[in-house]
T-cell receptor
Framework: KAGVTQTPRYLIKTRGQQVTLSCSPISGHRSVSWYQQTPGQGLQFLFEYFSETQRNKGNFPGRFSGRQFSNSRSEMNVSTLELGDSALYLC??????????????FGPGTRLTVL | DQQVKQNSPSLSVQEGRISILNCDYTNSMFDYFLWYKKYPAEGPTFLISISSIKDKNEDGRFTVFLNKSAKHLSLHIVPSQPGDSAVYFCAARSTSGTYKYIFGTGTRLKVLA
C-alpha cells in the first residue's frame, strides 16, 4: 500500500506570495492533518480534515487555510507569505476511528523557504 | 502552554546499551500516546503506541511505559543501534472535545558505535 505523498518536496517563494501544498493520504484513510515543523519547535498542529470538513484547528493565523476533496486528498494554502513561514510542512493521514487507538502516518514533507 | 514536554533535547548512548527517552504531559484527558522517529529531511515514522488503559507495550527492541498517575511516558530501546540515531517525538491524543495530536519538541538520540 502506498504511503502518504506530498508535493512539491521543495518550494522557494518570496514574501507576499501565496503557496499551495498538496497531500495524498494512504488509501482508505479519511483523516488528513497538517503540521508545521521549525527548528526547536517540534510539530505544531495546523488543522485536521475529515470527510471534507475541517474538524480541528490549531493556533495559526487565517493566512493558513486548507481543504479536503472527496477522494480524501488535501491541500494547504498559505497566503501573504512571511519569512517566518519558512518551515517543513508535514501531512499525516489516519483511519480516524473515534473509538480506540489510531495512528497517524506522515508524508516526507514539503520544505518551504520564504525569501 | 506546552501540554506534552520532552525535557531532554539530546541524549547520547553507547551502542548495545539501553536508551531511555522521556515524555511528560499535563492533560489528563489524553488517552492515546505515540512515539515517532524522524530522520533529517524525512517525515516522522511511527514507532510504537500505547492506550491509556495499558501501562506497557512492547514491540521488538522498543518498549513504551505509561505512568498515568505521574503523567509520564518513556520509550526504552534495547539494545541501541547506530541506526537508531534520530530525533524522537512523543505525541498524545485526546478524544474528548477536540480531536488532535499534541507533539513534544523532540529528543535527539545519538547512538555511539
Amino acid at each position: 500500500k502506498a504511503g502518504v505523498t506530498q508535493t512539491p518536496r521543495y518550494l522557494i517563494k518570496t514574501r507576499g506570495q501565496q503557496v499551495t501544498l498538496s497531500c495524498s493520504p494512504i488509501s482508505g484513510h479519511r483523516s488528513v492533518s497538517w503540521y508545521q515543523q521549525t527548528p526547536g519547535q517540534g510539530l505544531q498542529f495546523l488543522f485536521e480534515y475529515f470527510s471534507e470538513t475541517q474538524r480541528n484547528k490549531g493556533n495559526f493565523p487565517g493566512r493558513f487555510s486548507g481543504r479536503q476533496f472527496s477522494n480524501s486528498r488535501s491541500e494547504m494554502n498559505v497566503s501573504t507569505l512571511e519569512l517566518g513561514d519558512s518551515a517543513l510542512y508535514l501531512c499525516a493521514s489516519s483511519l480516524a476511528p473515534r473509538d480506540g487507538g489510531d495512528t497517524q502516518y506522515f508524508g516526507p514533507g514539503t520544505r518551504l523557504t520564504v525569501l | 502552554d506546552q501540554q506534552v514536554k520532552q525535557n531532554s533535547p539530546s541524549l547520547s548512548v553507547q551502542e548495545g546499551r539501553i536508551s531511555i527517552l522521556n515524555c511528560d504531559y499535563t492533560n489528563s484527558m489524553f488517552d492515546y500516546f505515540l512515539w515517532y522517529k524522524k530522520y533529517p529531511a524525512e517525515g516522522p515514522t511511527f514507532l510504537i503506541s500505547i492506550s491509556s488503559i495499558k501501562d506497557k507495550n512492547e514491540d521488538g527492541r522498543f518498549t513504551v511505559f505509561l505512568n498515568k498517575s505521574a503523567k509520564h511516558l518513556s520509550l526504552h530501546i534495547v539494545p541501541s543501534q547506530p541506526g537508531d540515531s534520530a530525533v524522537y517525538f512523543c505525541a498524545a491524543r485526546s478524544t474528548s472535545g477536540t480531536y488532535k495530536y499534541i507533539f513534544g519538541t523532540g529528543t535527539r538520540l545519538k547512538v555511539l558505535a
